[in-house]
T-cell receptor, first 115, second 116 residues
Framework: AQSVAQPEDQVKVAEGNPLTVKCTYS??????LFWYVQYPNRGLQFLLK??????LVKGSYGFEAEFNKSQTSFHLKKPSALVSDSALYFC?????????????FGTGTRLQVTL | DTEVTQTPKHLVMGMTNKKSLKCEQH?????MYWYKQKAKKPPELMFV???????INESVPSRFSPECPNSSLLNLHLHALQPEDSALYLC???????????????FGPGTRLLVL
């Protein structure tokens, strides 16, 4: 089965420090990987995606992610965390189902940024 | 503009009620999705419409009935729900159809449903 895993339920960092939220994938063929963020009682907001090309993908709100084929990882990063980055982060992979495709999400990582 | 709107924001219904959730997008997207999300869990796909035709039904119970009247509108009709169906119901859309894997799905804010 094609899937993504987020090994950390929660990540805590101090404001101003770099942050990393981890994601590994298990995909046959080319992976189509996405990161979304969810603030409390809100829908999901798209941050960035990897389709092909450069391994370093830049996204919204200063986030970036590094695609590493040898380690089958797609970790989300930000050089300097903000308290407002505190939210639930989901990694996802788009997999084909018949003639359609669907997003399959990881279990989510709660990021807490403290002052 | 990447806005998907959902109404109502909140819904409380009894197990014998019939209600509907509504989702709209005016971005010309040709694929629309329904997801169910329980608290602190990832979204789970329920249905996918691509070019107004049902493409994926993830073995959802028949008490949930989707409808896509046109390319901008997606409904989810609810009947005889159970308390365990209480969740956040998210709608999403993507531009060119559900078979295009590289495309981004854009999510609405969700409808929080409570079944009593």
């Amino acid at each position: 089965a094609q899937s993504v895993a987020q090994p950390e339920d929660q990540v805590k960092v101090a404001e101003g420090n770099p942050l990393t939220v981890k994601c590994t994938y298990s995909v046959s063929g080319n992976p189509y990987l996405f990161w979304y963020v969810q603030y409390p009682n809100r829908g999901l907001q798209f941050l960035l995606k990897y389709i092909t090309g450069d391994n370093l993908v830049k996204g919204s709100y200063g986030f970036e992610a590094e695609f590493n084929k040898s380690q089958t990882s797609f970790h989300l990063k930000k050089p300097s965390a903000l308290v407002s980055d505190s939210a639930l982060y989901f990694c996802a992979v788009r997999v084909r189902t018949g003639t359609a495709s669907k997003l399959t999400f990881g279990t989510g990582t709660r990021l807490q940024v403290t002052l | 503009d990447t806005e998907v709107t959902q109404t109502p924001k909140h819904l409380v219904m009894g197990m014998t009620n019939k209600k509907s959730l509504k989702c709209e997008q005016h971005m010309g997207h040709r694929a629309m999705y329904w997801y169910k999300q329980k608290a602190k869990k990832p979204p789970e796909l329920m249905f996918v419409y691509s070019y107004e035709k049902l493409s994926i039904n993830e073995s959802v119970p028949s008490r949930f009935s989707p409808e896509c009247p046109n390319s901008s509108l997606l409904n989810l009709h609810l009947h005889a729900l159970q308390p365990e169906d209480s969740a956040l119901y998210l709608c999403a859309s993507s531009p060119r159809g559900a078979g295009v894997r590289e495309e981004t799905q854009y999510f609405g804010p969700g409808t929080r449903l409570l079944v009593l």
